[in-house]
Antibody, heavy 121, light 111 residues
Framework: QITLKESAPALVKPTQTVTLTCTFS??????????VGWIRQPPGKALEWLAF???????RTSPSLKSRLTITKDTSKNQVVLTMTNMDPVDTATYYC?????????????WGQGTLVTVSS | QSALTQPASVSGSPGQSITISCTGT?????????VSWYQQHPGKAPKLMIY???KRPSWVSTRFSGSKSGSTASLTISGLQAEDEADYYC???????????FGTGTKVTVL
């Protein structure tokens, strides 16, 4: 059974850097086609993909946020960490962690429950 | 990369069928059979409903079906039920650089 759970500070000040952690179970991120990614959703708005990392350490980052995002994995801890710099109130959103398998159809088949990050002074 | 275009809202009566469109470009929907659809109830995480354009995960009712024509993908819900009232998002693979593009989202209301 695949599960994912996000953790992050609930409140962040503008210009700060935030670290979001995804802890997962039920699969290994050592398997090459398997990936874990981050999707966010501002309140009342649409979904937006942020970044993915795969078993071979291949990384994909949204072109519009590329300069602000860093994604890493710790296979031994079953964790993926996303760092976002220079936070702004427009970054207020629920951040979801997702599972993906590139050997399938690029679908996002398992999602975490999400964690709300509010950016405010 | 612009978001895929979906109607803001679609409604139908119980038992009816509705279709949600998802219009992209030749760089995403038009180039890949890798469109997926997600259902999201208020306060909940999105749930995969369709992948590969028309494939259903084991947990999805056969009332949900997907298709594609050119650069437009569609999700059809047959035999509409009250529990189908939710937001729906399409998503397409868009190549190794852009990777993904999501739709603008559609609110489905069961009258």
């Amino acid at each position: 059974q695949i599960t994912l759970k996000e953790s992050a500070p609930a409140l962040v000040k503008p210009t700060q850097t935030v670290t979001l952690t995804c802890t997962f179970s039920g699969f290994s991120l050592s398997t090459i086609p398997v990936g874990v990614g981050w999707i966010r959703q501002p309140p009342g708005k649409a979904l937006e993909w942020l970044a993915f990392i795969f078993g071979d350490d291949d990384k994909r980052t949204s072109p519009s946020l590329k300069s602000r995002l860093t994604i890493t994995k710790d296979t031994s801890k079953n964790q993926v960490v996303l760092t976002m710099t220079n936070m702004d109130p427009v970054d207020t959103a629920t951040y979801y962690c997702v599972h993906q398998d590139r050997s399938s159809w690029y679908e996002l088949d398992y999602w975490g429950q999400g964690t709300l990050v509010t950016v405010s002074s | 990369q612009s978001a895929l275009t979906q109607p803001a809202s679609v409604s139908g009566s119980p038992g009816q069928s509705i279709t949600i469109s998802c219009t992209g470009t030749s760089s995403d929907v038009g180039s890949y059979n890798l469109v997926s659809w997600y259902q999201q109830h208020p306060g909940k995480a999105p749930k995969l409903m369709i992948y590969g354009g028309y494939k259903r995960p084991s947990w999805v009712s056969t009332r949900f079906s997907g298709s594609k024509s050119g650069s437009t993908a569609s999700l059809t819900i047959s035999g509409l039920q009250a529990e189908d009232e939710a937001d729906y998002y399409c998503c397409s693979y868009a190549g190794s650089n852009t990777f993904y593009v999501f739709g603008t989202g559609t609110k489905v209301t069961v009258l």
